[in-house]
Structures are given as C-alpha cells and as structure tokens.
C-alpha cells in the first residue's frame, strides 16, 4: 500500500519539490498549507488533527521560522497531536545558526517517534523566490554584514535529503546539517547575479540599524521585521554558521550545489530580468 505523506509548507520553496518528487515516486501527499484543499493553519492549531488524520509520515516546515516566540509550543502541541494520530516518522526542516530552533529540533528527537532533522543554511532561492528578489530588481542591494560567509544551500539539495528520509528507513534519528560547497558574501552573490543576467546590479553595505529603519518605513510588518534583526543580527555570523558540512554528499552519494549552478539555471529562467511589478 502507498504511504501517506503530509507535506507541511508543501507549495513553499522545500516543500513544493519535496512533493513534487514524493508524486513522481508514487506517494500519496497531502499538501498542508492555509491553501489546502484540507486546510493547515499554524496559527489556527484546530487546523492541525484533520490535516494529520489518515497520514503515516510528516515533512514539517515551520512558519515563519523556528526561532519565534511560541514555536516551540506549537511544535510541542503539533508533536503530540503526531503521536496521537498514528504517525510514524517525521522530518524537520531548521535552520543552521538559530538556538530557538535547536530547542524545537530536540522537542521531536525527544517524542519518541522516528525522525530525522534537517538543519538547512540560508536557501540560495532566498535570491530568486523571497524577499532577496526585490533589490536585485531594483538594481541595487542594500545589506549589513557585508562581511559574513554564508554557505547557501540549494533547494533541490534540501528536497533530495527529505525526499530520501521520508523514503528509506537509513536516515532514522540522524541530524543532517545542510551547506552548500562554499560562502559567499553579500556583494559576491550580488556579482555573480549581475554577471549571469548582464545587468548591473550595485551593493552597498549598510548598519542593521539602518536596514531595520528602511524596513519599518517600507511598511514591513513588524513581527517579519522582528525576524530579519534577529537573523541578521544573530544567526548569520554566528560561530561556526559558515561552516562547510558534507551531509548532503553523505546522504546522496554526490556534491552539493555550487551557487553557481543556482545562479546560471535560475538566470535562464528569467526571474531576475523581469519588471518589478510582475515581480510582486
Ligand atoms: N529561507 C531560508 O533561508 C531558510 C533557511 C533555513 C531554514 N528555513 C526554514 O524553512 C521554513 C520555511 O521558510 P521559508 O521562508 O523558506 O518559507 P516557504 O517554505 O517558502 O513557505 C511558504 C509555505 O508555507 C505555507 N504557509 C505560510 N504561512 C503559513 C501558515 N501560517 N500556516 C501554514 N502554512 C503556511 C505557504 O502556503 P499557504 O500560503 O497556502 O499557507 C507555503 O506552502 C522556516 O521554518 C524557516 O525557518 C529557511
């Protein structure tokens, strides 16, 4: 009988391939997501046992990510409806850096069902599919911390890995901490960006103060706004954040992504030379 797999941020930036490759294998997925056909809400935890019912195994995305206030609640409420519900194995996606989601990865190694964690560095498609994108249109990036190494990783890799421990019984009670093959800094990637597209593309670096003020009077909302300082002013040049892992050559049986293959395959698309309205 085909299992049953609940995708949670199944149209996100992992969750969409994870799905993808999950129905080109023949699983049965589920979406969750406030979109859904059975709505998923992680706000609206009423949502949660409906989406749950009838599954076998779980790809858990956070909203908006790990490290917010009452997170691990949710993850908490979420673990122990899992349980309840019959699941047999879940896999979470955290981020590499954050204290908050290490607190939530141990709450799933601790519920006594089979998982494996997966500790992802910032996404690449962070340039291509979230808020990166909207400078790169303008033309110019404006960030802080020009000086931190990030080992982006790609979302074909981050999929691949969850795909292979919703799918084979090797990666039970593993955590995997997910890089790319090398860091890049925030003008690097900007120049890369230009070189493939042909267009010209400026950075300057800025305080976090300032980004923060430019932020709030672009009218971000506050708790988005609460996240970005976190994550810039904690996370990305955190000790040991730019160090490189080969966790997804161990789990794969080849390299990671260069960020220079993102950039040239995403450049094709035309994503970054489209206006900036069609953009929005
Ligand atoms: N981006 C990175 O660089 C990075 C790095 C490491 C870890 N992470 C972690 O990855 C997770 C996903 O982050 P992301 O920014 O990449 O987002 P994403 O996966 O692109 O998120 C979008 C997905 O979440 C769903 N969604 C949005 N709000 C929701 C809500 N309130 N309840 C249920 N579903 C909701 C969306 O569908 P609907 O709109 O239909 O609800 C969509 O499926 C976060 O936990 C983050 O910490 C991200």
């Known amino acids: 009988m ?7 941020g199944g149209t996100g930036k992992t969750g969409r391939k994870v799905a993808q490759k999950l129905n080109a294998l023949d699983y049965n997925v589920r979406i969750g997501s ?13 949502t949660w046992a409906p989406a749950l019912e009838g599954m076998e195994k779980v790809y858990i995305t956070f909203q908006p990510d790990l490290a917010v206030p009452g997170a691990k609640e949710a993850i908490l409420q979420l673990a122990d409806l899992a349980i309840k519900s019959g699941i047999k194995k879940v896999v979470l996606l955290s981020g590499k850096g954050e204290l908050e989601a290490e607190a939530c990865e141990k ?3 601790d519920s ?3 998982y494996t964690i997966v500790r992802a560095s910032w996404f690449s498609q962070n340039f291509s599919e979230s808020f990166f994108i909207q400078p790169i249109l303008e033309g110019h ?3 802080p911390k020009p000086e931190a190494q990030v080992p982006y990783v790609d979302t074909d890799d981050i999929s691949d890995v969850v795909v292979a421990a919703l799918t084979s019984d090797d990666h039970a009670r593993q955590l995997y901490e997910l890089t790319g093959p090398r860091t890049l800094t925030f003008e690097e990637v900007v120049d890369e960006i230009s070189k493939a597209t042909g ?4 950075f300057t670096p800025i305080s976090l103060e300032e980004y923060i003020s430019f932020l709030e ?6 708790d988005h706004v609460w996240l970005i ?3 810039f002013g904690n996370v990305l040049d955190a000790p040991g954040n730019n160090r490189i892992s080969n966790d997804i050559e161990k789990v794969l049986g080849r390299k990671a992504k260069d960020f220079s293959q993102y950039v040239t395959e995403t450049a094709k698309t035309g994503v970054w030379n489209q206006t900036q309205e069609a953009a929005v």
């Open 229 to 231: 300082n976190y994550l």
């Open 141 to 143: 990036v404006a960030l």
């Open 217 to 222: 009077g672009a009218g971000v909302p506050a």
């Open 112 to 114: 006594g069902i089979d």
């Open 2 to 8: 085909k299992t049953n797999i609940l995708v949670i």
């Open 199 to 202: 267009r010209k593309i400026g």
């Open 107 to 109: 709450i799933i190694m």
């Open 34 to 46: 406030r979109s859904a056909n059975i709505p998923f809400d992680w706000n609206k935890s009423e």
